[in-house]
């Protein structure tokens, strides 16, 4: 990439003009480093405040992408530092079949995993690249918060961003022989983390409609029995921050009926989230008002619900709520 530094531009602007476009998928891939679309956000800003104070000593040895994932990337692992793995509830313990189980209380102690918006990835734009689109299934983001800090930058360098080994070594100040014992250890470690989905036998567009709709239709007016009709039959279900979840339609469609579901207690609003279908989640105050509860993410594989990852966190509504006023209004 040409990057000039003499012209009509002042240096701000010039670096705006260039570094801009990157920004939808160097936020990807902090955030898969992170787990944390909240810490991902600061981190990026953090790279671009970096990269633009040293920007007047850019020399051009690599390309001006290659030196901004370089920038963010030892910021994320410098970030990493002080902080664990972000896990799911599937992550830390074995599910139950009978929603009759007593609830474990919520833990606010442990930084769990959180959704991302797709909208911040840029994943609306048919031109915007693989890399800012791909990598982000919920599956695989749980999978990487396995892996030490390090092997998770290897990997997705490598694996996702398709960086060569060369190229690698030279963003984290290693040696390609060290970053091919760090890629065979993060892949092994990663197949024992379990599978990993990737491209499910998702519904065609219609299909994927309907099932979306009569999904709505049924937890806002509390029938559990349409809802099961669209449960697959080994259906999975957590809510961070509360580490039970559940496992088969019987248990996942008894939870919702029992203890979530009532007629007018819920808002759905349809977005997107991780690749994924998904729903940001308001609760009836009793006033006449909602208020923010929380993002839910479905996967379906074909005509059914295979999973419902309820992330029962207020603080995420604003970030997929700012997209979708965004992009209502662009």
């Known amino acids: 990439m040409s990057t000039p530094k003499e012209g009509t531009m002042p240096a701000s602007d010039e670096f705006a003009t260039l570094t801009e476009p990157l920004r939808p998928e160097l936020l990807a891939h902090c955030y898969r480093l992170l787990g944390s679309i909240h810490d991902a956000e600061d981190l990026v800003q953090e790279t671009y405040l970096r990269a633009w104070r040293a920007y007047d000593r850019f020399e051009g040895r690599s390309t001006l992408r290659r030196w901004l994932y370089k920038i963010a990337t030892m910021a994320c692992l410098t970030a990493l530092e002080t ?49 800012a689109r791909s990598g982000v299934r919920l599956a695989f983001i749980a999978a990487l918060q396995f892996l030490p800090a390090r092997q998770r930058a290897v990997l997705t360098m490598r694996d996702v961003l398709a960086f060569r080994t060369s190229e690698v070594a030279e963003m984290l100040d290693t040696t390609p022989a060290a970053v091919d014992s760090a890629l065979r250890r993060a892949r092994t470690r990663l197949a024992e983390a379990g599978p990993v989905e990737d ?115 207020p603080l995420l509504v604003p970030t997929f709520e700012s997209m979708t006023k965004a992009k209502t209004t662009s």
Do not use: C, K
């Open 199 to 313: 491209d499910l036998a998702e519904p065609d567009e219609q299909a994927r409609r309907a099932l979306l709709d009569g999904y709505v239709d049924a937890f806002t007016r509390a029938d559990p029995d349409a809802l099961v009709q669209l449960l697959r039959a080994d259906v999975e279900m957590e809510m961070p921050p509360i580490p039970t979840w559940f496992t088969g339609r019987h248990a996942v469609a008894g939870f919702l009926a029992h203890r979530v579901m009532r007629a007018g207690l819920w808002r759905l609003s349809p977005t997107h989230a991780n690749g994924r279908p998904a729903f940001v989640v308001h609760q009836h105050t009793g006033d006449g008002h909602f208020q923010p509860y929380g993002v839910q993410v479905l996967t379906l594989i074909g005509s059914r619900i295979s999973r419902i990852t309820a992330f029962n966190d």
């Open 83 to 131: 902080r664990g793995r972000r896990p799911l509830p599937s992550g830390l313990g074995a599910p139950s079949e009978d929603h009759r189980v007593a609830m474990a209380d919520r833990e606010p102690s442990v930084a769990w995993l959180q959704p991302a918006p797709d909208a911040l990835f840029g994943a609306d734009d048919p031109a915007t690249t693989v890399a």
